[in-house]
């Protein structure tokens, strides 16, 4: 059964960093392309990082102060952000490449759980 569990986020003040953990099972975690989405209230689902093999990519939006990694032995990827904004206040999503599709929120089984991030002004 894959499974995609969340950890991590929480609130802080502007300026301050966070962390996100997805921890996953069921499939060949080093093998498969990985992202993180957010979704603030009233928003589009908006991709803002992801991690294959041999590349890494950033929105333009926290390119510089988010950094996507990812431990093999650990099958779990991260999201570390830095420098966090009033904006990036969001419920945030790790997902899989699997081909399951869906979106923000999505029961989907290649969805995390999501997590809320606040960063207060």
């Known amino acids: 059964e894959v499974q995609l569990v969340q950890s991590g986020g929480g609130s802080v003040q502007t300026g301050g960093s966070l962390g996100l953990s997805c921890t996953v099972s069921?499939?060949?975690?080093?093998?498969?392309?990985m992202a993180w989405y957010r979704q603030a209230p009233g928003t589009r689902c908006e991709l803002i990082a992801g991690?294959?093999?041999?590349?890494?990519y950033y929105a333009d939006s926290v390119k510089g102060r988010f950094t996507i990694s990812q431990d093999n032995a650990q099958n779990t990827v991260y999201l570390q952000m830095n420098m966090l904004k009033p904006e990036d206040t969001a419920v945030y999503y790790c997902?899989?490449?699997?081909?399951?599709?869906?979106?923000?929120?999505?029961?989907?089984?290649?969805w995390g759980q999501g997590t809320q991030v606040t960063v207060s002004s």
């Open positions: 069921g499939f060949t975690f080093d093998d498969t392309d």
């Open positions: 991690i294959s093999k041999d590349s890494t």
């Open positions: 997902s899989a490449d699997l081909g399951g599709g869906g979106d923000c929120g999505s029961s989907s089984y290649n």
